[in-house]
């Protein structure tokens, strides 16, 4: 990389703080606006600590020029992808742009993800009920596009391995041979072209499995967990869906509630969760326990950062009587934005040596994961 560029990168990164001492910087027209946009939100940071914003640079537009709404119209066309999400999610949960959050027409316009979700379902309290309709849809969007990336997985891993013995005539990609299509079509090959035409793709079946299984998952929905009860909520409205799978859903922080009537509905579920608050997991287990009717046909999850806040020992003690029961148990560490395991790893470790599997797991790791255990 170049002088030139790294000064340009740091010019970008400091901010119009940097302007004076970086005079010589070369910027182009584009480095303007990228640097203008960064300044409308990230100067905001400064103004906190009491400094005032320095004077604008050539081509400026001051801060008190530029609405919420064209700030995020713009930076949406300047930033990649991934960038303007996390710009577009720190904009509503660190620097609490109220424009964003005084139209509902600007919050429908915002681009759907996990951590506009998660900043949004923490300030839900303080939104008029208009805006709460809003947030509705904002979430209902996020749950679907989750949903749709998960689905399959967990469809896959739970009700059915594909049969490569036997063949089928529903048209479906994931069960698309390519081995026995190519060796039923090799006649076909056009030598001139040097294709092979496909005139009858082969599929594969799939071989149903019965399980007559109960899971029950037990959600820590304390303030840092908000990552992880985002997908469990999903998890839990798929599972709902399958054959011979009863899926009950506790969450809890220092009170346990029980949300089983809604967990088919995740975007109900999400809007009903109060983040925040303690963490007493053995109380919650201990009334997991009482959920279990068939111990070796019983799945319990405990999501969690393992973070007991209470006295351990009941936690502990409710972990070895359903391993002595028989139930399977699944510990799924919690995981960051960023999918980088945050928890107790010591009462991880005392758990796992009183019968439960404990693991740091993607939510797509995890559904094969029940798949195993379940099998």
């Not at 009482?290 to 070796?296: C, D, H, I, M």
């Not at 999918?339 to 790791?365: K, S």
């Amino acid at each position: 990389m170049s002088s030139e560029e790294t000064l340009r990168r740091w010019r970008l990164i400091l901010g119009r703080y940097a302007a004076q001492p970086l005079a010589q910087t070369p910027f182009s027209p584009n480095d303007w606006k990228l640097d203008q946009a960064l300044e409308y939100l990230y100067g905001r940071e400064y103004e906190g600590r009491g400094l005032a914003r320095p004077a604008g640079g050539p081509g400026s537009l001051d801060p008190s020029q530029l609405r919420a709404v064209d700030w995020l119209n713009r930076s949406r066309k300047l930033f990649p992808q991934e960038v303007f999400e996390r710009m577009q999610t720190q904009a509503i949960d660190r620097y609490q742009l109220t424009e964003l959050l005084a139209d509902p027409a600007v919050l429908r316009s915002l681009d759907a993800t996990p951590g506009l979700a998660k900043a949004l379902l923490g300030m839900r309290g303080r939104l008029s009920g208009q805006m709460r309709d809003a947030v509705r849809e904002v979430i209902q969007k996020t749950v679907d596009e989750i949903t749709r990336k998960l689905r399959n997985d967990f469809v896959n891993a739970l009700v059915g391995r594909r049969n490569r013995m036997r063949r089928s005539h529903i048209r479906s990609a994931q069960n698309f041979d390519a081995r026995a299509t190519i060796a039923a079509n090799l006649r076909h090959y056009d030598v001139s072209r040097g294709q092979l035409v496909i005139e009858r793709p082969r599929f594969n079946a799939r071989v149903k499995r019965n399980l007559p299984w109960d899971v029950v998952l037990c959600v820590d929905q304390s303030g840092s967990m908000m990552d992880s009860v985002i997908y469990s909520a999903v998890i839990a409205g798929i599972m709902s869906s399958l054959p011979a799978v009863r899926v009950k859903l506790v969450v809890f922080d220092t009170s346990v509630v029980d949300l089983t009537h809604l967990a088919h509905d995740p975007v109900e579920v999400l809007l009903t969760v109060q983040l925040g608050g303690g963490t007493d997991i053995g109380r919650a287990v201990a009334y997991c326990e009482s959920l279990v009717g068939n111990p070796q046909r019983t799945v319990f999850a405990l999501i969690s950062d393992f973070m007991e806040g209470a006295a351990p020992g009941p936690l502990v003690a409710a972990v070895q009587r359903m391993a002595q029961a028989r139930v399977t148990l699944l510990g799924l560490a919690a995981l960051d934005e960023s999918a980088n395991p945050v928890y107790d790893r010591q009462m991880a470790q005392r758990l796992a040596n009183h019968g439960m599997h404990v693991a740091a797991l993607t939510p797509t790791h995890f559904a094969h994961w029940l798949a195993e255990v379940m099998n």
